[in-house]
C-alpha cells in the first residue's frame, strides 16, 4: 500500500574509495601542519593573544576527546617562540623589613648567574676577613691602637693615684675597674674597723674630703671612658677598613658587573644594602670575635628554638632564592598545570622543623605555575582546578588584584597563626586559559560573578566539519602527523580510506568528519600495533578492519548477553508474524563508552472510561520530563484527527514491555502512537518491521538521535531470528543521512535480505506497518470507508457512546 521505497546500499553509509585517496600510502602526503577546522576558536585565541589587558583570559569550550589541549598548544607554541622570554623573578633579603623578602626581577639567564656568584662572594668574604684579621700587618695596627690606650689610660690611673694621696687617702681599683679610697691618717692607713673608732668630727671630715675627690676621680674615669670609647672606634674603623678591602676585592666587582647587564635600580640598592649589612655586622665574619658558628651563637640559636623562634641563621640573608628562573626558556612560556592544588598553582611558604620546633625563612618560598607561567600562558582543565575550591578562590584573586600574592601552606584555613614571612606580591602579566565544557561554562557564567569579567573571550570548538574534498585532503594531513607524532607503521590508501569512513560514524553524518581526533588515534594505534603482531609492514584495510572489530569485542560484552536472552526469547521481540497494540521500538543503551541499540516491544490496550491515554512509564516515575511531552504530543495528535465531532472518550495504555530502566526522549513516540492506533482499528502491525521516529502534533515523523546503532541492533536480533527477506526498520526521512552502518547491514541490504524506509509522516509509517491505508478526512468531517482512520474513528466514537450514562 505504501510508495515509500526502501534505501538502496549506496545511501546506507558514506564510503569514500581507496582510488580517491592520490597517495599510495601515508608516507606520500605531503607533510604539512595545517591549522585544525576550529575557525572560531581560532580567531578567538588571536584575538586573545593580541589583547594583554587584564581580563581578556580565554574559556576554551568543546566536548571531551576533540584535543582542546592540543590544538591550544599547537597554536600558542609558534607565537609565543617569537614573543620575549620573561625575566626570572628572585626574592632576596630585605635589609629594612626582615619579614617582608623583596622581588628582583632580572633578564631571563642572570637570576642563575648572580645566586651562583653572590654565593661564591659571600663564600669568599667568610673565608677572606678572618685570614685579613690575623694578618701581621692587621695585628701589629690593633696592637698599637692598645698600647696608645693603654699608655693614655695608665697616665690618668697615676694623676688618679697622686691625687688621691695629696688629698690624704689610697686609691684602690680592682680588675672590674670599682674604685675604692681608703683615708691616710698620720701616713697609716685606716682599716673600715680603726675607721670607725676615730673621733666622730674626724670622720666627718675625711668623708667631706672623700665625696670632694670621688668628684674628682668620676671626671678622670669619665676620661679613661672616653679613651676607651675612642679605641673601640679607631678599632672599628680598623675593622671597616680591612673588610672594605676584602669587599672591594671580591664583592664591588660582582655588583658593578651586574648593575651594567641588568640596569636594575632595586638591584643597585640591594647591592649597597648589602654592602653595609657586612660592614656593620663584621663579627659575623670574625672567628677571633666567637662570630656565628660559636658556641655562644648555638647556645643563642637553641634559645630562640625552645621558644618558637625561628633560628637566627645569619648568612640565609645573603642568599637568593631563584623563585621563577626562565634561563632555559625560549620565548614565553608555556606553562601547564595538570595538578592545580593551592601550592602547585599559588605557590607557597614552606617551613622546616629543628629541635621539634617549625621556621622559615625566604629560601623557602617556593613558586607556583601561575609564577611561572608569568609573561606567558597557563593552561588548565576547569574541572582540575574546580575540584580544589581554595586554588580557585586563589586563582580568581590573583587575576582581579593583577598580582599573585605567596602565601604560607595551609594558610586561609582555621588554624593558629604562627610567626612568619610575608613576601611582597608578584605583578601578573600572564594569559590564563581554561579548557572546559558548555555545561561548564554556562555554570560559571551563572553562579560565579568574576568569572565573566576575567574570562571575556570565549573559543568554541565544534565536534564535527564538513565531509568534502578539501576537508577530507586536511584530514589525511592531520593523520599523517598522528602516524608521524607516534611512530605507527604506515597506513595504506585503503586504511587511510576506511578511517576517514571511521570519522563520519563518529559523526554520525554521512556529510561530516568528526574532529575527535583523539578517538581516530587510539583506532590508529591499535591498528598499527596489531599489524606489527601479523608481521606486516603497513597498516591495510583488513588490518583496520580487524582492530576496530576488536575495539568492539572488547566492549560489548553486555551486548552478547542481551542478544543471547533475545535468542532464548527471554527477552519476547518478535522479528516474523503480526499482532494488534504492539509494535518493535527501539532504544540505545551506553555501557561505559559503548553504544549500541536494542529492540523493545510497545504495547498498547485500549477499553471504555474516562482515563485517556495512561502513560506506564510515567505512572511508575521511570519516565523523564521529554518522553512525557512527547506522550502529550501524542494526545494532541489524536485530538487534531478525531475530536472534531465528538469528545474522546477512552482509557489507552502504553508501555514499553519487559524494560525496567529509567526511559527518556522522544524517539519512541512515534511507536507509541502506531501501537495505539493499531489497537483502537484492531490493524495488526507487521512485527517484522521496527520503528523509531519522534511524531509531532500535526502527524511528522521528526529527526531522533543514534539511528544507527537502533538499525544494527534490530538487524542482529532478526539476523539470529532468522531473516525472512521482509524485516527492516522505518527511520525518520530526516536522519537519512545521518546513517553510517556496518558492512554487515549494508551487504543484507544489497541483497534484499534487509530493508531500510525513511518516512516522513505517521500515516506513511502506519501503511507500512499495517498494510492498510491511513485515509483521508472527508467533507463530511470522517474519513474515507475501509481505511485505518475510518476504523479508528468508528472505534472511537463507539467507545465515548459505550462510557455515556444510560437514560432512565
Partial sequence: MSKVKSLSADRLRAALPPSRIPYADSTRIPERRVAPPQPRALQALELAVAIRDSGYNVYVSGEPNLGRMYMVRNFLAPRAAKAATPPDVLYVYNFKDPDRPMVLRLPAGEGRRLRRDLAAAVAALREEIPVRFENEAFLKKRQELMEGFDTAREKVFQAMEEEASGQGFNLDMDDQGAMTLYPLVEGKLLSEDEFERLPADLRKRLKLRGDKLMQVMAGLIRQINKEEKGLRARQRDLDREVVGEVLAEHFDPLSRRFAKRCRSKELSCYFRRMRECVLENIEQFSAREGGHGGEAAQAAQAAALLQGAAPDDFFVRFEVNLFVDNSRVKGAPIVVEDHPTVSN??????????????????????????????????????????????????????????????????????????????????????????????????????????????????????????????????????????????????????????????????????????????????????????????????????????????????????????????????????????????????????????????????????????????????????????????????????????????????????????????????????????????????????????????????????????????????????????????????????????????????EAVAARRFHIYPVKTIEEALEMLTGRRAGRRTASGGFTRGTLYHAVDARLAELAELAEPSDK
Fill in 345 to 746: 598553582l599559588l605557590g607557597c611558604i614552606e617551613r622546616e622543623a629543628e629541635m621539634g620546633a617549625l621556621f622559615t625563612d625566604l629560601t623557602l618560598i617556593k613558586s607556583g605555575a601561575l609564577h611561572r607561567a608569568n609573561g606567558g600562558y597557563l593552561l588548565m582543565h576547569i574541572e582540575d582546578i574546580l575540584s580544589i575550591p581554595a586554588a580557585w578562590e586563589g586563582l580568581m584573586r590573583a587575576l582581579r588584584a593583577g598580582q599573585a600574592r605567596i602565601e604560607e601552606a595551609g594558610e586561609g584555613q582555621d588554624q593558629t597563626r604562627t610567626k612568619g614571612i610575608e613576601p611582597e606580591p608578584v605583578p601578573l602579566d600572564v594569559k590564563v586559559i581554561l579548557i572546559g565544557t558548555d555545561d561548564v561554562y554556562e555554570t560559571l557564567l551563572t553562579h560565579e560573578d568574576r568569572f565573566p569579567k576575567l574570562f571575556k573571550i570565549k573559543a568554541h570548538l565544534r565536534a564535527t566539519v564538513e565531509r568534502n574534498a578539501a576537508s577530507v585532503r586536511a584530514y589525511l594531513g592531520t593523520l599523517r602527523s598522528v602516524i608521524d607524532d607516534l611512530g605507527l607503521l604506515p597506513f595504506d590508501r585503503g586504511a587511510l580510506a576506511r578511517v576517514v569512513d571511521y570519522a563520519s560514524r563518529l559523526a554520525e553524518d554521512q556529510r561530516k568528519l568528526s574532529l575527535m581526533v583523539p578517538l581516530v588515534r587510539e583506532l590508529m594505534i591499535e591498528a598499527s600495533a596489531m599489524a606489527g603482531l601479523k608481521r606486516r609492514r603497513v597498516v591495510d584495510a583488513e588490518v583496520l578492519d580487524a582492530a576496530l572489530s576488536a575495539r568492539i569485542y572488547r566492549s560489548n560484552l553486555y551486548e552478547e548477553e542481551f542478544m543471547e536472552e533475545y535468542d532464548r526469547r527471554i527477552i519476547k521481540v518478535q522479528t516474523t508474524g503480526t499482532a494488534v497494540g504492539r509494535v518493535n521500538g527501539l532504544s540505545v543503551t551506553w555501557f561505559g563508552d559503548y553504544e549500541f541499540g536494542l529492540p523493545h516491544q510497545i504495547a498498547c490496550t485500549v477499553g471504555v472510561g474516562h482515563g485517556g491515554v495512561i502513560d506506564l512509564e510515567r505512572e511508575a516515575e521511570l519516565g523523564g520530563p521529554i518522553h512525557t511531552k512527547a506522550m502529550m504530543i501524542l494526545k494532541s495528535y489524536l485530538l487534531s484527527q478525531f475530536a472534531q465531532d465528538k469528545p474522546l472518550v477512552f482509557t489507552g495504555s502504553l508501555c514499553f514491555e519487559q524494560s525496567y530502566a529509567h526511559i527518556e526522549g522522544d524517539s519512541a513516540s512515534g511507536a507509541e502512537l502506531a501501537a495505539l492506533l493499531s489497537a483502537l482499528a484492531g490493524a495488526p502491525i507487521d512485527l517484522s518491521l521496527a520503528f523509531t521516529g519522534a511524531v509531532s502534533q500535526s502527524g511528522g515523523i521528526m529527526a531522533v538521535g543514534g539511528v544507527t546503532p537502533k538499525i544494527e541492533g534490530f538487524f542482529q536480533v532478526c539476523r539470529r531470528h532468522g531473516l525472512t527477506g521482509r524485516q527492516g526498520v522505518l527511520v525518520p526521512a530526516d536522519t537519512v543521512d545521518q546513517l553510517m552502518l556496518g558492512d554487515e547491514v549494508v
